[in-house]
Nanobody, 115 residues
Framework: QVQLVESGGGLVQAGGSLILSCAAS????????MGWYRQAPGKQRELVAR???????DVADSVKGRFTISRDNAKNTVYLQMNTLKPDDTAVYYC?????????WGQGTQVTVSS
């Protein structure tokens, strides 16, 4: 049974930073591209960053230069370092494989950026 548990969200002022973590159980981690997704109120869920099993990364244009994705295969954990946060970054953040599997979605972690 695969479980993805996100943590690290919170309330932060614009310009601040947060580090999100996603702990993965099961055997999916080391062989899959992992991604961080987010869903803002009234908007569709979107992929903001992804990292291959070999460490190649890609981030959405909206977060380029501000967000960094990384992974620790030994710990089955993927991270999202978020700097220079903006109110538009307010959303629930989720991790999943890329492309996402419906039954892998976890609870997510809320990130709220105040202006």
């Amino acid at each position: 049974q695969v479980q993805l548990v996100e943590s690290g969200g919170g309330l932060v002022q614009a310009g601040g930073s947060l580090i999100l973590s996603c702990a993965a159980s099961g055997s999916i981690f080391s062989i899959n591209t992992m991604g961080w997704y987010r869903q803002a109120p009234g908007k569709q869920r979107e992929l903001v960053a992804r990292i291959t099993s070999g460490g190649i990364t890609d981030v959405a244009d909206s977060v380029k230069g501000r967000f960094t994705i990384s992974r620790d295969n030994a710990k089955n954990t993927v991270y999202l370092q978020m700097n220079t946060l903006k109110p538009d970054d307010t959303a629930v953040y989720y991790c999943n494989v890329v492309p996402p599997r419906l039954n892998y979605w976890g609870q997510g972690t809320q990130v709220t950026v105040s202006s």
